[in-house]
Every structure is written in structure tokens, then in C-alpha cells.
């Protein structure tokens, strides 16, 4: 197995929160989630620096949708290799 990148680089604009449709939930939801989900996220967290985008206030409201939350306005963010 390899990650391909090219299979979610479509040019196709869609919405990743689950208003009109889900068309991305790489791990799952519920019971039958990825249990790979957490290591993913480990990695995600140990190996890069994330900032806001300047000027850009972090707002941590989130609004309810069918069976999930999802941040209530879009976080932009700058995600950069950890240097050691």
C-alpha cells in the first residue's frame, strides 16, 4: 500500500464538513472506524508546526449537523515540517 495523492487532487470543488454530502471521510465514523485514526493523528501532530494564518483568529465554535460537529467557520491554517 502507498498513499496516492493523485486520487483526491480531481479539480472537483466539494464541501468536506458533510452540509450537502460527504464525499471524504478517510477513517470512518463509529464503531467500525479506523482504528489506524488515532497513530494518524499522533503523526499529524508530532511531525509539523501549525499556525494560523496571520491576521486569522482561531474560532473553536462548532455547529451540529446530522451525526457529526464540524467547526462552525473554516480554520486556515499554515502546516509546515517540525526542523529539529
Known amino acids: 500500500m502507498e498513499f496516492r495523492l493523485e486520487r483526491f ?5 466539494f464541501d468536506i ?5 460527504i464525499k471524504m471521510m478517510p477513517f470512518g465514523a463509529g464503531r467500525r472506524m ?13 511531525k ?3 499556525r494560523a494564518v496571520d491576521g486569522d483568529d ?3 465554535s462548532d455547529k451540529d ?5 464540524v467547526m462552525k467557520n473554516p480554520l ?4 509546515s515540517p517540525r526542523l529539529k
Open 34 to 46: 479506523c482504528p489506524g485514526f488515532g497513530l494518524a493523528m499522533l503523526h499529524l501532530v508530532w
Open 48 to 50: 509539523a508546526e501549525k
Open 65 to 69: 449537523l446530522e451525526f457529526m460537529s
Open 76 to 79: 486556515q491554517a499554515l502546516i
Open 58 to 60: 482561531i474560532d473553536l
Open 17 to 21: 464538513n458533510g452540509s450537502r454530502e
Open 9 to 13: 487532487l480531481t479539480g472537483e470543488v
